[in-house]
């Protein structure tokens, strides 16, 4: 089984089985018309065989991805089929209706004459013997449940073997010019014809695909699969609002995926998977190019619904774990692969739904947020269990107590902030809280607490930033550790609140409000919130505070805006996405020490309800400052998402920089 299997299933979703399944089909099909086996059981149309052609079918296509339908039961995969969304339940219900009544059939006509024979008997006597073991009134009525049975099969393997092409007719048309290799002026009068903007340029990009020499070199099933997918893409463009940049960001994914062919199979066998690429290409550079770069992500276009909704922490959390249960422990390279994997699939669905304004912006990076947080609990579980298990665990003696050390992991910035957005870097920082005597592991190999921390740490971040089939998982920032650059790379719990309290500068307060532990040990993750509050609360310097959160504001515009007169900068330009949170962090740990309330949260948008509640804003204002910024990073989204800098007209946002900018003067002064 282990040698035969990967043949059997492969380790991609392959649709190229209907390909087969359709010759296979015609062949008994011209088979059944050649014997007159019109009514066989078995072999007959709507017969036993298409119902195991089908399942297995879809098995094949599957199961190497799916390890649950590697099964030689049909009556087994078929509620497996349903659980996994590949067949709906009354697909699957009444599948297994005919199958059943159909073997029930086959058994009563072979018992009658103890032979391997399937098909309907032809003698009245033989005919009437069925009718009273079936328990029907007549012939016919058992006839009529029989052509039903049959029927329901077809159907359902006519659904699942030729997909409805509707466009047949329209792409003929294009299929004919592809097909003769025609020059630029055919295709651009075809197109012009159709009614097709920018007709030129595609024209000419097509012509250019064609001649490339991945398309001129393509074996003979990737050509003919590719000869299947250009003419319905072009009839699909048609109705594109952008048919140009749709065409040329198709193509561009196609180039890519052609030596894998299976994945153009996938879109031929799917037209409304294909449908849902052409548009996502042409709304989002940032899209296509993950697909060209990852074509296992054009799996993720079969479902619909699964790219409209948020994705709660829990079902990020418990698709994770499904992700990784199936490989060994011992495995950290499989491991990690399939936790970029998990990682790549689920933050393009989280684009998909983003880009089609399904979404509002903070569930967008609420569920970024919640992911990054689900690799990083794998990955910290797996470099723990690995250096655990040649070192043990680290140990430490405090209070006449031997205790188990604890380890932490800090977000900041955006990932603390809880509005993660796409390729964004994470900001954190590692802490434990080992202390005391006899900081040593206890294994048979022991190390010192904090050698073992430090190894974790960089096998962490090795684990996080190294390039796999994937891509890499996340760029990894620790310079907001206790003295930067300079500082160790963990620091203990002892030693970042002896910073805390005698070291840190304002910035450091301001960044410690979007700080918070996302995962390690719960005593590390406490320790931590409790130096956070006691932080902001009483250890600010109030007095220069206002001086110097406008000096450092000041210093970032200087330093990063590049606005002109001509466009706005939403991250840094005046009245932008950086005075909101220099105006919030600074009304935050002004008030910090009289309320609790406002450093509860590290969100802007939760900080600002606080600030409205304990009187620094009125609610008006806080309630706009809310609405501007999420609108600034949606357009900030949305600008990532094609691969844009955040950069926009001067004119797009000039009412809601004036009300920035007049809230900024009303704290600090013009």
Excluded at 86 to 108: K, S, V
Excluded at 194 to 221: C, H, K, T, Y
Excluded at 300 to 309: H, N, Q, V
Aim: aromatic share 8%; hydrophobic share 45%.
């Amino acid at each position: 089984d282990e040698l035969i299997l990967p043949f059997v299933y492969r380790r991609y979703l392959d649709f190229g089985v209907f390909e087969s399944l359709r010759e296979i089909h015609a062949k008994i099909a011209i088979e059944v018309t050649r014997r007159d086996r019109i009514d066989d059981l078995k072999l007959g149309p709507g017969g036993i065989r298409e119902i195991e052609f089908l399942v297995q079918s879809l098995q094949l296509v599957r199961g190497g991805r799916e390890p649950e339908l590697k099964s030689q039961s049909l009556l087994g995969v078929l509620p497996r089929l349903v659980e996994a969304g590949t067949m709906r339940q009354d697909d699957a219900d009444r599948l297994l209706e005919a199958y059943l009544w159909l073997r029930r059939l086959e058994n009563l006509v072979q018992a009658m004459r103890d032979k391997q024979v399937h098909a309907l008997p032809v003698d009245p006597a033989d005919r009437e013997r069925l009718v009273f073991a079936l328990g029907y009134e007549d012939w016919a009525a058992l006839r009529r449940e029989y052509e039903g049975h049959r029927a329901t099969v077809t159907a359902q393997f006519g659904a699942v073997a030729f997909p409805d092409r509707t466009d047949t007719v329209r792409a003929g048309d294009y299929a004919t010019l592809w097909s003769a290799s025609a020059p630029a002026d055919r295709w651009q009068a075809l197109l012009e014809q159709r009614g097709i903007e920018a007709a030129e340029p595609i024209a000419r990009r097509i012509v250019g695909f064609r001649s490339l020499a991945v398309s001129e070199n393509a074996d003979s099933v990737s050509r003919a699969r590719l000869d299947a997918f250009v003419p319905h893409m072009l009839t699909a463009v048609e109705a594109s609002l952008d048919p140009a940049t749709a065409v040329d960001r198709c193509l561009l994914v196609v180039e890519k995926i052609l030596r894998r062919s299976a994945y153009l199979a996938l879109l031929n066998e799917n037209p409304a998977a294909a449908k849902r690429l052409i548009t996502l290409c042409e709304r989002s550079a940032y899209i296509a190019e993950q697909i060209a770069s990852f074509p296992a992500l054009l799996d993720e276009l079969l479902d619909p619904e699964a790219l409209r909704d948020a994705l709660p922490r829990c079902d990020i959390e418990a698709d994770m774990r499904i992700a990784v249960d199936g490989v060994s422990s011992a495995d950290a390279e499989a491991t990690m692969e399939a936790v970029a994997r998990f990682q790549r699939a689920t933050m393009f669905r989280i684009a998909v739904a983003d880009f089609s304004g399904e979404l509002p912006i903070m569930k967008v990076s609420d569920s970024l947020t919640y992911l990054a947080e689900a690799v990083l609990e794998a990955t910290l579980e797996l470099a723990w269990h690995d250096l655990a298990a040649r070192h043990g665990a680290p140990q430490f003696v405090a209070d006449g107590r031997r205790r188990a050390a604890g380890f932490g992991i800090i977000a900041y910035g955006k990932l603390g902030g809880l509005e993660l957005s796409y390729g964004s870097d994470l900001d954190i920082v590692f802490v434990h809280d080992s202390r005391g005597d006899e900081q040593v592991t206890d294994g048979t190999k022991p190390l010192d607490n904090a050698v073992f921390f430090n190894r974790l740490v960089r096998r962490l971040i090795h684990f996080l930033g190294t390039r796999t089939r994937t891509g890499q998982l996340y760029e990894v920032d620790t310079r907001l550790r206790p003295s930067g650059r300079k500082g160790l790379l963990v620091t203990s719990l002892d030693a970042f609140e002896r910073y805390q309290k005698e070291n840190a500068w304002t910035w450091e307060h301001q960044a410690l409000l979007r700080a918070r532990a996302v995962c390690g040990s719960d005593a590390v993750c406490e320790t931590f919130a409790r130096i956070r509050r006691e932080t902001l609360e009483s250890r600010v310097r109030r007095e220069t505070l206002k001086d110097e959160v406008q000096a450092m504001r000041s210093k970032m515009r200087g330093e990063l805006d590049r606005s002109d007169a001509q466009r706005f900068d939403l991250k840094q330009g005046q009245g932008g996405i950086g005075d909101i949170e220099f105006l919030v962090q600074y009304l935050v740990l002004k008030r910090a020490a009289e309320s609790v309330r406002v450093i509860e949260y590290t969100d802007n948008i939760r900080q600002l309800d606080a600030l409205a509640e304990c009187g620094a804003l009125t609610a008006a204002r806080a309630a706009e400052l809310q609405t501007i910024y999420r609108g600034y990073r949606r357009r900030q989204h949305r600008l990532v998402l094609n691969k844009r800098p955040a950069l926009v007209p001067a004119a797009e946002f000039e009412a809601e920089r004036s009300t920035v900018t007049a809230a900024w003067n009303a704290v600090f002064g013009a």
